[in-house]
């Protein structure tokens, strides 16, 4: 039964997306609830292969029945099983806020909003387990055509140009990708990375092959994550979308295209290769300036999704330094923050909706005494935004402690100058909104409903993490040492 789970989670999600267009018309409530409910079980098996792939190592199924290279291979590792399972159970708790959400939308766009989250939440799934290029390719379209599909759920002017930028933007890293894939397959036969990966390293190829592969793979998937300075998209599209999807977007989805390209990366190609061609070096200078670019731009924002938005620009530079850093420290690390950074951009996200709704305006001056109208939302967006600051006891801390002593460890001695400048960046841009929630003056009225769904179960998670990584920690090393093996 382990075996055929990887398979399992993604044909589940499949299903439940496209029947709930069937149902939502006359049981829009029951529909929420069954996605919640598809989504949470979705989670749970995610946690439970974890728990199996880490006790008994990993799992390699052969879907159909033919074995690979011929058919399709997926496999659960220890990387692969905790990605999953982070984007799992982050969609299934912002899903709680769904019927909150959609009180006021129409039925139809309620339906296909639920397939599309379903959708992007199955096509993660597959791209992660996914061991061969071409599924790889299959499950990163069908994430980007859902991300596209639930930036535009808003129907408004702002919406629709920010989902035909990343539609367009999209295209160009999704051709880069392809023609990446394809040369892969000329150049090997194969489409399978372990196959290809043999091949790569048993052939006497000129040097430039397999750096082309490398650097189009390395475009095409920066695009998609927003890296500087790939990154003009993610502003519009995240600030335009729906809370929910913001969340979603920032905290999940440009996380997963960082680990598509370390599982390429690793798996075709190897550390050491890497470093030979300058690929993890060029992986590090993007990462940095993604790091500072970011958070400059953060730092003049008035608008706080356009703020948060810019943050996550930098937020997903750490995860590139991590990878591109190597080592089981390094990659620890990157993977950590896929987790801490998900938990704490969906808090920020969803409690700034919150505000969003009350205030009537995205401004920053809105938050002045946001803490005394709404005090649980707004003590949650200060422990997410103390934890992106990186205060010691907090999941940001653990981040860049880790960062800190991979750059130490590597010998590249500009990594900790750059974590603590990113640090003092955050706090530059954070520390005054905090203050403004707490001590500023604002308007006392507000809706009488001021509960957002959701945020609790991410504080639990955040305090959680952040007070004790070291079980974490030691799990995410064994997934490290895995993918650089």
Same mark, same amino acid.
């Given at each position: ?10 044909? *589940? ?53 033919? /074995? ?30 769904? /019927? ?73 890293? @999704? ?54 300075? *790939? ?41 050491? @290769? ?69 938990? *704490? ?68 001695? #500009? ?16 520390? /005054?909104?905090?203050?403004?929630? #707490? ?47």
């Amino acid at each position: 039964m382990f075996n055929n789970l990887p398979v399992l989670i993604v044909v *589940m999600l499949l299903i439940s997306a496209f029947l709930a267009p069937l149902f939502v018309r006359r049981f829009r409530r029951a529909t929420q609830v069954v996605a919640g409910v598809v989504t949470w079980t979705a989670a749970g098996l995610s946690a439970w292969l974890l728990a199996r792939v880490v006790q008994a190592g990993p799992i390699r199924f052969a879907v159909g029945g033919w /074995p690979a290279p011929w058919g399709i291979e997926v496999t659960a590792t220890p990387l692969s099983a905790f990605v999953v399972t982070v984007a799992t159970v982050i969609v299934a708790i912002v899903m709680l806020g769904l /019927p909150r959400e959609q009180r006021d939308w129409p039925s139809n766009r309620a339906g296909w909003y639920i397939t599309l989250l379903l959708l992007l939440t199955a096509a993660m799934a597959g791209m992660t387990f996914a061991n061969d290029l071409f599924n790889l390719y299959v499950f990163f379209e069908v994430t980007a055509l859902s991300s596209w599909g639930i930036v535009a759920a808003k129907t408004d002017r702002s919406a629709a140009d920010a989902s035909f930028k990343y539609l367009m933007l999209g295209a160009i890293g @999704s051709s880069f990708v392809l023609f990446a894939i394809g040369i892969t397959y000329v150049v090997t036969g194969y489409l399978n990375m372990s196959f290809a990966s043999a091949f790569i390293a048993a052939a006497q190829l000129h040097p430039i092959i397999p750096w082309v592969i490398a650097t189009f793979f390395l475009v095409g998937l920066a695009l998609k994550a927003g890296l500087f300075p *790939m990154h003009i998209w993610l502003p519009d599209a995240h600030s335009a979308a729906p809370t929910s999807a913001s969340a979603l977007l920032s905290g999940v989805v440009v996380k997963v295209y960082a680990v598509a390209m370390a599982k390429v990366f690793y798996g075709l190609f190897g550390g050491a @290769s890497l470093e030979a061609m300058g690929i993890s070096e060029m992986v590090r200078l993007a990462a940095v300036l993604s790091i500072l670019a970011g958070s400059l731009f953060a730092l003049v924002q008035t608008d706080i999704k356009r703020l948060l938005a810019y943050s996550t620009v930098a937020q997903i530079g750490y995860v590139f330094l991590g990878f591109g850093l190597g080592g089981t420290v390094g990659v620890a690390a990157a993977l950590y923050h896929i987790l801490a950074h998900g938990l *704490m951009k969906a808090s920020l996200f969803l409690a700034s909706g919150k505000v969003i709704e009350l205030r009537g305006s995205r401004n920053i001056k809105g938050f002045a005494g946001a803490g005394r109208l709404l005090p649980l939302p707004m003590a949650i967006f200060t422990l997410a935004a103390l934890s992106m600051v990186g205060l010691p006891l907090l999941a940001g801390f653990t981040t860049k402690w880790y960062l800190f002593n991979a750059g130490l460890e590597a010998r590249l001695y #500009w990594v900790p100058v750059v974590v603590i400048l990113s640090s003092l960046l955050n706090a530059a841009y954070f520390l /005054p909104i905090v203050w403004r929630i #707490w001590f500023g003056q604002g308007e006392a009225e507000g809706a009488a409903d001021r509960r957002v769904p959701g945020l609790i179960p991410l504080a639990v998670l955040l305090v959680a993490v952040g007070l004790v990584p070291n079980p974490l920690l030691n799990l995410l090393q064994q997934a490290a040492a895995w993918l650089i093996s």
